[in-house]
């Protein structure tokens, strides 16, 4: 049984998080990239659910403060 809190899936939360409110902005990857000073290539590899990545901690604040959300939000565990 995987821990609720094991590395993968807050990773997995965090990134279908980050989607979510990208799109509820409406923003495009390249916007959401501009905003977070981060590369096109790493926001859309974030939310490419294929490929194994985890946002550190400071990356997370980052997207929070560019969605302009707390960053809890990101946290919130996503219903299937």
Known sequence: MTSRYSKERLSLIV?????????????????????TGLTHGYVRDLECFS???TPLLETV????????????????????
């Open 15 to 35: 990134r279908k998080n980050i989607r979510k409110y990208r799109l509820m902005r409406k923003y495009t990857l390249q916007e959401l990239a501009d905003l």
């Open 51 to 53: 490929i194994e990545k």
């Open 61 to 80: 604040g980052k997207f929070a403060d560019a969605l302009e959300i707390d960053i809890r939000q990101l946290f919130d565990d996503i219903k299937e």
